[in-house]
């Protein structure tokens, strides 16, 4: 099965081919195509994402995407040729929210024979919806012209198995027993899921106010440092280490730490960062020492919590998913003292390249959604749904 999938939820616009071979999750997967722009050089500008600016981003940068993926893929061929009225009109309809694609797509499918995908796997949530609507037109119009069908992909789902990706054996998924407990830490959300197998998942903890990755990117705001913060703070918080700097603020709270269940709050941390360091000029060294205190207080939150979980409901799998778990001092922390906690759980993290948003894990989603009966639904009823759920 080819696979043509999308991802456009936040800051990355990324396309991927991927040619699976077997069943889900038996599959082998080869990525023929990959193709990734990261907005976030003008994101910086603002300080964050503004989804009116990311859908603008998207609209400019998908056919380029799609035709790197292609070339990647040796799939892009040259053949001029003139799209029927029905087709371009087909298009406009169907882009006539995404300023401009339209008359884009229309000369790339005039200048390029493009080939048959099997199947065509689009993220439609959870994200900002502006965002995600981008990819999914794209996906309905390349649909339209292809003949292909589409299949709506939950970016979360796509976290789970970018973790379990190579994780074990090239282009394979790993082989995960159940119950297994997925941590989903990312700009949007921090989640604890249970899942009995394959499709069942479970909340069982999530966040009340903001998203661990957020939390990042608000704390290095306020200390002046970059977007997105989690690899700014991670840096800085190395660096402290290494240093063996004393404390900036050594009674950070670990807020929820002691709550009797498995959700998370990490707003009031943030406001504790932001009392510390009011009208105060920080040096480099403290302004490190701060990072590193601050990354020691979320880290600890997330271990406690998941060890909760994965004690509570048995489990034999740990799936740690989403840009935050490219943090290093994070896949230290939860490789070390899982061991000692819990031996018998099998610890699963992304591939670095694979931690953060891609489309590579939308195909992966995608060959599992079109493994599934459920998926059978009309391509017209596919819509961006920002908070969708797994
Ligand atoms: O999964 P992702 O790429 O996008 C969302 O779905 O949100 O996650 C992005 C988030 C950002 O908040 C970013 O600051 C955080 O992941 N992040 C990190 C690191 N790298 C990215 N957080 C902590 N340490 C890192 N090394
Ligand atoms: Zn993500």
């Known amino acids: 099965m080819r696979i043509l999938s999308i991802e456009t939820s936040c800051d990355e616009t990324a396309v991927s081919i991927v040619e699976a071979t077997g069943d889900f999750p038996d599959a082998t997967y080869e990525v023929l195509g990959n193709a990734l722009f990261s907005q976030i050089d003008i994101h910086k500008e603002y300080g964050g994402v503004f989804p009116a600016v990311a859908k603008r981003?998207?609209?400019?940068?998908?056919?380029?995407?799609?035709k790197k993926a292609l070339e990647d893929a040796a799939l892009l061929v040259e053949e001029p040729s003139t799209l029927s009225q029905t087709d371009a009109e087909k298009l406009h309809t169907l882009l006539s929210r995404e300023e401009g694609a339209a008359e884009e797509l229309i000369s790339f499918c005039e200048a390029y024979e493009l080939p048959e995908f099997d199947l065509i796997a689009v993220t439609s949530g959870p994200g900002l919806e502006p965002?995600?609507?981008?990819?999914?037109?794209?996906?309905?119009?390349?649909?339209?012209?292809?003949?292909?069908?589409?299949?709506?992909?939950?970016?979360?789902?796509?976290?789970?198995?970018?973790?379990?990706?190579?994780?074990?054996?090239?282009?394979?998924?790993?082989?995960?027993?159940?119950?297994?407990?997925?941590?989903?830490?990312?700009?949007?959300?921090?989640?604890?899921?249970?899942?009995?197998?394959?499709?069942?998942y479970e909340k069982i903890g999530?966040?009340?106010?903001?998203?661990?990755?957020?939390?990042?990117?608000?704390?290095?705001?306020?200390?002046?440092?970059?977007?997105?913060?989690?690899?700014?703070?991670?840096?800085?918080?190395?660096?402290?280490?290494?240093?063996?700097?004393?404390?900036?603020?050594?009674?950070?709270?670990?807020?929820?730490?002691?709550?009797?269940?498995?959700?998370?709050?990490?707003?009031?941390?943030?406001?504790?960062?932001?009392?510390?360091i009011e009208g105060k000029e920080l040096t480099e060294a403290e302004k490190n020492a701060l990072c590193r205190?601050?990354?020691?207080?979320?880290?600890?939150?997330?271990?406690?919590?998941?060890?909760?979980?994965l004690t509570q409901h048995g489990a034999a799998t740990l799936i740690i998913g989403g840009g935050v778990s490219a943090s290093t001092h994070l896949r230290q922390t939860f490789q070390a003292e899982l061991l000692a906690s819990h031996p018998d759980v099998e610890v699963y993290l992304p591939q670095r390249e694979l931690s953060t948003d891609n489309s590579i894990m939308i195909a992966l989603s995608g060959h599992a959604r079109a493994s599934s009966a459920a998926t059978a639904g009309a391509i017209a009823l596919i819509k961006a749904d920002g908070n969708r759920s797994l």
């Open 293 to 309: 205190d601050f990354e020691d207080a979320v880290t600890e939150v997330l271990l406690k919590k998941t060890r909760t979980a």
């Open 206 to 276: 999530q966040t009340k106010d903001d998203a661990v990755g957020e939390a990042f990117d608000k704390v290095a705001r306020m200390m002046g440092l970059p977007y997105p913060g989690g690899p700014q703070i991670g840096t800085r918080a190395q660096e402290a280490r290494a240093q063996n700097l004393p404390p900036y603020k050594a009674d950070l709270p670990r807020p929820m730490l002691h709550s009797n269940d498995l959700d998370f709050s990490f707003s009031g941390l943030k406001t504790s960062v932001r009392y510390a």
């Open 57 to 66: 981003e998207h609209i400019k940068t998908f056919i380029p995407m799609l």
């Open 131 to 200: 965002a995600l609507w981008v990819g999914i037109n794209f996906a309905k119009a390349l649909s339209a012209v292809l003949g292909s069908p589409v299949v709506a992909v939950n970016h979360m789902e796509g976290h789970i198995l970018a973790s379990i990706f190579d994780a074990v054996e090239d282009d394979k998924l790993a082989q995960i027993a159940f119950p297994a407990v997925a941590l989903l830490i990312s700009g949007g959300h921090t989640e604890l899921v249970l899942m009995q197998n394959w499709g069942t």
